[in-house]
């Protein structure tokens, strides 16, 4: 009775999986690394395509990280309501376009949302109207040809499997065995139950970072984690240290990309930035990228479809206002 029936099962399933492995599963030698190494300096210089993970469907990050890697943790933060779970969805969905296979986790909303939310951006419908109005005879046209071009994508749910950290990482598991999943995606980290007796919330949310990147190395998939920001009223501009409940989140990612609507503060955007209009427009910031270094891009954001897309000119303001960014 002194732990939780679920951590015991887990941690039971974890250990009996073990049993079917051979004590070499895993072992490689520096010869084998950098075999691998030399296949990708070749085919580099032989200007085949640098994209060596799963393309996100945004040229500058796809461009700069390769797409999505296996064996990493992605963490996309923001403060509340600045669309990071519609982030994760573009992520997902431009995924699947291309053949990978994913899982979500979602602590707040069920499929019947998330899909609608998808067939909200194939078909350009606003999200609010295919959820509760009556769609017009056109809308009903164009809803049906783009439910019919998403509805084979491989994009998994697990309903039974939403609060908890350990049935979640269970799941993940199976859908690795039976699905061969690609990646998986947690939204999100600060409304998890962890079940770690005597611990902070910091170091529970610390716990599950690592739990999460070392089942994706583990696996060899992507696992997609969002987490909130604190807020700050004098200077919305996120930044890692303002990860809700542990700086050790961003210490277990592999990349950390911080999501900045001004819009929605009513504020310009930051250098490089300031020129930059800030309606209809988002900013990623890769605050942390193992191997790929710092970076910044502006995305273009349908608030109607929740849909972020990459931009091709940056709109520009004539006048800043009058009030910093920061």
């Not at 679920?6 to 399933?13: I, R, S």
């Not at 350009?124 to 040809?145: G, T």
């Not at 970076?295 to 006048?319: C, G, M, Q, R, W």
């Given at each position: 009775?002194?732990?939780d029936a679920e951590?015991?099962?887990?941690?039971?399933?974890?250990?009996?999986?073990?049993?079917?492995?051979?004590?070499?599963?895993?072992?490689s030698?520096l010869?084998?690394g950098l075999?691998n190494?030399h296949q990708?300096?070749n085919r580099?210089?032989?200007g085949?395509?640098?994209?060596?993970g799963?393309?996100?469907?945004?040229?500058?990050?796809?461009?700069?990280a390769?797409g999505?890697?296996?064996?990493h943790l992605?963490?996309?933060?923001?403060?509340q309501g600045?669309g990071?779970t519609?982030l994760?969805?573009c992520?997902?969905r431009?995924?699947?376009?291309s053949?990978s296979?994913?899982?979500i986790?979602?602590m707040?909303m069920?499929?019947?949302e998330?899909?609608?939310?998808?067939?909200s951006?194939?078909?350009?419908?606003?999200i609010?109207q295919?959820l509760?109005s009556?769609l017009?005879d056109h809308q009903?046209?164009y809803f049906?040809?783009?439910v019919?071009?998403?509805?084979?994508?491989p994009?998994y749910?697990d309903?039974?499997s939403?609060?908890?950290i350990?049935?979640?990482i269970?799941?993940?598991?199976?859908?690795?065995?039976?699905y061969?999943i690609?990646g998986?995606?947690?939204?999100?980290?600060?409304?998890?139950?962890v079940h770690?007796?005597?611990n902070s919330p910091?170091q529970?949310?610390?716990d599950?970072?690592?739990r999460l990147?070392?089942?994706?190395?583990?696996?060899?998939?992507?696992i997609?984690a969002l987490?909130?920001?604190?807020r700050?009223?004098d200077n919305p501009?996120?930044?890692e240290n303002?990860l809700?409940?542990?700086?050790q989140i961003?210490?277990?990612?592999?990349?950390?990309?911080?999501?900045?609507?001004?819009e929605k503060?009513g504020r310009n955007?930051?250098?490089?930035?300031?020129?930059?209009?800030p309606?209809g427009?988002?900013m990623?910031?890769?605050?942390?990228g193992?191997?790929?270094?710092e970076?910044k891009f502006?995305?273009?954001?349908d608030?109607s479809?929740?849909h972020f897309?990459?931009?091709?000119?940056?709109?520009k303001?004539e006048?800043?206002?009058?009030?910093?960014?920061?």
């Amino acid at each position: 009775e002194e732990e939780d029936a679920e951590h015991v099962q887990a941690k039971a399933g974890k250990d009996l999986a073990s049993i079917y492995r051979r004590a070499s599963d895993g072992i490689s030698t520096l010869h084998d690394g950098l075999a691998n190494v030399h296949q990708i300096v070749n085919r580099n210089l032989a200007g085949e395509s640098s994209l060596t993970g799963t393309p996100t469907g945004f040229d500058k990050f796809d461009s700069r990280a390769g797409g999505l890697q296996k064996s990493h943790l992605l963490i996309i933060a923001a403060e509340q309501g600045m669309g990071k779970t519609a982030l994760l969805l573009c992520f997902l969905r431009n995924a699947a376009l291309s053949g990978s296979k994913s899982i979500i986790y979602s602590m707040e909303m069920r499929k019947e949302e998330i899909s609608a939310r998808l067939a909200s951006i194939e078909s350009k419908i606003p999200i609010n109207q295919i959820l509760y109005s009556k769609l017009q005879d056109h809308q009903v046209e164009y809803f049906d040809k783009a439910v019919g071009r998403i509805l084979d994508l491989p994009i998994y749910f697990d309903d039974n499997s939403t609060s908890n950290i350990d049935t979640i990482i269970e799941s993940i598991r199976y859908m690795k065995r039976v699905y061969d999943i690609d990646g998986a995606a947690v939204d999100y980290l600060q409304i998890l139950n962890v079940h770690m007796k005597g611990n902070s919330p910091e170091q529970q949310l610390a716990d599950v970072a690592r739990r999460l990147k070392d089942l994706a190395k583990e696996l060899d998939i992507w696992i997609i984690a969002l987490s909130q920001l604190s807020r700050d009223k004098d200077n919305p501009v996120p930044t890692e240290n303002r990860l809700r409940g542990s700086g050790q989140i961003a210490e277990a990612a592999d990349i950390v990309l911080l999501l900045y609507r001004p819009e929605k503060k009513g504020r310009n955007y930051p250098e490089p930035f300031a020129d930059v209009n800030p309606k209809g427009t988002a900013m990623i910031d890769i605050s942390k990228g193992r191997n790929i270094g710092e970076s910044k891009f502006i995305v273009k954001f349908d608030a109607s479809t929740t849909h972020f897309y990459d931009i091709d000119e940056l709109p520009k303001v004539e006048n800043a206002m009058e009030e910093a960014p920061y």
